[in-house]
């Protein structure tokens, strides 16, 4: 068990950057930078491991309970 | 409805206070109403109150799934000031001020209004730059601001450390003179007694489950209380927005976020302004009945957990000792928090949607409790009259996709970090 003062938040893990070189609308620039779901319940985020390894993880944790269920690498998916 | 005053008080002193009139009464939800207001907070009761008072729109029913200012509007650390640098929110947050002067009477309702001034201190010369550049856009918009020197802000509050032994000396300090606090559960009391004497149902207990939009148009809303039709609905629901946005398959420039705030016990006056620390995020005001009010960083992380954890106080309270260090030998007496909508610029949405009949009013951050009169007044506008007003003109929806910003701190999207 970790002490939650060594990880630093990184947002929704859910987010995904339109790719490049392909025509991205206004409205998936828009979804990608500002509309998230903020979701009540299970939430899949990115949390780094800043005071410690540096290593960047994604978490799936309970916004109402802070309930944590998963965790796994951050290029891997839960 | 009976009048709040000395002769009235006077009256029902014979009567041992037995006979006055209920405030408000608990109203059963009817089958249909001309608007529904989703939430009982500040927002919600004032948005009822001035259709009422500005419209003539008295067909209005208030649902609050718990109770009446339960939420954020009950834990907030009232704060009320408009030294904002932007002009959207400068016009639209000094119109508020004006408001608030003026709320006791016109709501007969003492909500204690103190208009004590608030001094953000400055811990650098570059900092002091950037607050004469605010003070000077404040005074252009014809907002009071006072730029202080190191001297002048020791003679308001001696009780910081000025000593240069420290890591964030005080340099100086931005003040808006008419700045302060009131009551916050005095404002949610005196709008909905208001609103109720008016005709507007204010209703406890009762949850919103879901909407009927038929061809984009709303029909009704669902409730935990039955089904209710209606064609126009107020969004005023705080830290909730995004659960309901979901079910009206929207996603938000919002998202849902924790702040904490605590009082120590009550102790002699020693504090008559709100002060915020530069370096960090502190602040601290002290309440009539004496106690220490202080409140400072988002929780850090996504959260509807409506309490908050230890290490986000201990940090804050750490920047609050260093700023004055007497707190150190206060105890503390209570700790709450509440759920945030936090915007995406961390300015809010009055504004219309892409659903007929569907009013949003949300991304307060945790700036919304000196924003009541002015919210509830330009929504209300927005709701009558099917359009938005000027002075929430700013407030857009569209405003994150046309890439009409209102970033007060210039802070980017991580709302959790603002
Ligand atoms: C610790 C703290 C300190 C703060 N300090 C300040 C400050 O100093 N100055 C300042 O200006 N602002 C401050 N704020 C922010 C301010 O309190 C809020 O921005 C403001 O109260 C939000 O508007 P409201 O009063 O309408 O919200 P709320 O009082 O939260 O009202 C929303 C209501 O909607 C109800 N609701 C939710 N979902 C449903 C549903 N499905 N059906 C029916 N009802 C529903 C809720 O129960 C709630 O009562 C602070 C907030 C916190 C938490």
Same mark, same amino acid.
């Given at each position: 068990?970790? $002490?939650?003062?060594?990880?630093?938040?990184? %947002?929704?893990?859910?987010?995904?950057?339109?790719?490049?070189?392909?025509?991205?609308?206004?409205?998936?620039?828009?979804?990608?930078?500002?509309?998230?779901?903020?979701?009540?319940?299970?939430?899949?985020?990115?949390?780094?491991?800043?005071?410690?390894?540096?290593? &960047?993880?994604?978490?799936?944790?309970?916004?109402?309970?802070?309930?944590?269920?998963?965790?796994?690498?951050?290029?891997?998916?839960? | 409805?009976?009048?709040?005053?000395?002769?009235?008080?006077?009256?029902?002193?014979?009567?041992?206070?037995?006979?006055?009139?209920?405030? &408000?009464?608990?109203?059963?939800?009817?089958?249909?109403?001309?608007?529904?207001?989703?939430?009982?907070?500040?927002?919600?009761?004032?948005?009822?109150?001035?259709?009422?008072?500005?419209?003539?729109?008295?067909?209005?029913?208030?649902?609050?799934?718990?109770?009446?200012?339960?939420?954020?509007?009950?834990?907030?650390?009232?704060?009320?000031?408009?030294?904002?640098?932007?002009?959207?929110?400068?016009?639209? $947050?000094?119109?508020?001020?004006?408001? &608030?002067?003026?709320?006791?009477?016109?709501?007969?309702?003492?909500?204690?209004?103190?208009? /004590?001034?608030?001094?953000?201190?400055?811990?650098?010369?570059?900092?002091?730059?950037?607050?004469?550049? /605010?003070?000077?856009?404040? /005074?252009?918009?014809?907002?009071?601001?006072?730029?202080?020197?190191?001297?002048?802000?020791?003679?308001?509050?001696?009780?910081?450390?000025?000593?240069?032994?420290?890591?964030?000396?005080?340099?100086?300090?931005?003040?808006?003179?008419?700045?302060?606090?009131?009551?916050?559960?005095?404002?949610? &009391?005196?709008?909905?007694?208001?609103?109720?004497?008016?005709?507007?149902?204010?209703?406890?207990?009762?949850?919103?489950?879901?909407?009927?939009?038929?061809?984009?148009?709303?029909?009704?809303?669902?409730?935990?209380?039955?089904?209710?039709?209606?064609?126009?609905?107020?969004?005023?629901?705080?830290?909730?927005?995004?659960?309901?946005?979901?079910?009206?398959?929207?996603?938000?420039?919002?998202?849902?976020?924790?702040?904490?705030?605590?009082?120590?016990?009550?102790?002699?006056?020693? *504090?008559?302004?709100?002060?915020?620390?530069?370096?960090?995020?502190?602040?601290?005001?002290?309440?009539?009945?004496?106690?220490?009010?202080?409140?400072?960083?988002?929780?850090?992380?996504?959260?509807?957990?409506?309490? %908050?954890? *230890?290490?986000?106080?201990?940090?804050?309270?750490?920047?609050?000792?260093?700023?004055?260090?007497?707190? $150190?030998?206060?105890?503390? *007496?209570?700790?709450?928090? %509440?759920?945030?909508?936090?915007?995406?610029?961390?300015?809010?949405?009055?504004?219309?949607?892409?659903?007929?009949?569907?009013?949003?009013?949300?991304?307060?951050?945790?700036?919304?409790?000196?924003?009541?009169?002015?919210?509830?007044?330009?929504?209300?506008?927005?709701?009558?009259?099917? /359009?938005?007003?000027?002075?929430?003109?700013?407030?857009?929806? $569209?405003?994150?996709?046309?890439?009409?910003?209102?970033?007060?701190?210039? *802070?980017?999207?991580?709302?959790?970090?603002?």
């Amino acid at each position: 068990m970790r $002490s939650q003062n060594e990880f630093s938040y990184g %947002g929704d893990a859910t987010v995904k950057r339109p790719e490049l070189n392909k025509e991205v609308s206004d409205k998936d620039w828009d979804n990608f930078v500002y509309n998230r779901k903020s979701l009540r319940g299970k939430h899949k985020e990115l949390w780094q491991h800043i005071s410690g390894c540096r290593q &960047w993880i994604k978490v799936e944790r309970d916004t109402a309970t802070h309930e944590i269920f998963k965790t796994v690498k951050a290029h891997e998916d839960i | 409805m009976q009048k709040y005053s000395i002769f009235n008080l006077i009256k029902n002193a014979f009567s041992g206070h037995q006979k006055w009139d209920l405030a &408000w009464k608990d109203a059963t939800p009817k089958k249909e109403y001309d608007v529904v207001i989703i939430g009982g907070g500040g927002h919600g009761l004032a948005t009822a109150y001035y259709l009422a008072k500005e419209h003539n729109i008295t067909n209005v029913a208030i649902i609050e799934k718990g109770w009446l200012g339960g939420g954020n509007m009950g834990r907030n650390t009232t704060i009320i000031r408009s030294n904002y640098m932007h002009d959207d929110n400068a016009l639209f $947050s000094e119109f508020g001020m004006d408001l &608030w002067r003026k709320m006791s009477q016109d709501l007969n309702y003492n909500v204690m209004f103190s208009p /004590r001034g608030i001094i953000n201190l400055a811990h650098s010369d570059a900092q002091m730059n950037v607050f004469a550049r /605010r003070g000077n856009s404040m /005074r252009l918009n014809g907002i009071d601001a006072v730029l202080l020197n190191r001297e002048e802000v020791k003679e308001i509050i001696p009780m910081a450390d000025f000593s240069d032994n420290v890591r964030f000396p005080i340099f100086g300090g931005l003040m808006q003179p008419s700045a302060g606090t009131a009551r916050h559960d005095a404002v949610a &009391w005196g709008y909905a007694r208001q609103a109720d004497s008016m005709g507007v149902d204010i209703i406890q207990n009762c949850e919103v489950t879901g909407f009927d939009v038929v061809g984009g148009k709303i029909q009704g809303v669902r409730t935990s209380r039955g089904d209710i039709k209606v064609k126009k609905i107020g969004l005023c629901v705080a830290g909730s927005t995004n659960i309901l946005a979901e079910k009206l398959n929207m996603t938000i420039p919002v998202e849902t976020h924790l702040l904490q705030a605590c009082v120590t016990e009550p102790v002699k006056p020693v *504090l008559d302004s709100v002060v915020t620390f530069g370096a960090g995020h502190f602040y601290i005001s002290q309440s009539d009945k004496g106690e220490m009010v202080m409140g400072g960083d988002l929780d850090g992380y996504n959260s509807y957990a409506q309490r %908050g954890n *230890l290490p986000t106080l201990q940090h804050v309270l750490t920047e609050g000792i260093a700023m004055m260090p007497f707190l $150190s030998k206060l105890k503390m *007496l209570r700790t709450w928090g %509440g759920i945030m909508d936090m915007s995406m610029d961390g300015s809010p949405i009055i504004d219309k949607t892409h659903i007929e009949g569907l009013y949003l009013n949300c991304g307060w951050c945790y700036g919304g409790f000196k924003a009541t009169p002015a919210s509830g007044w330009t929504f209300a506008h927005t709701i009558a009259q099917d /359009r938005v007003h000027k002075l929430n003109e700013g407030y857009s929806l $569209s405003r994150f996709n046309t890439g009409h910003l209102l970033d007060e701190k210039g *802070l980017g999207t991580k709302t959790w970090i603002s």
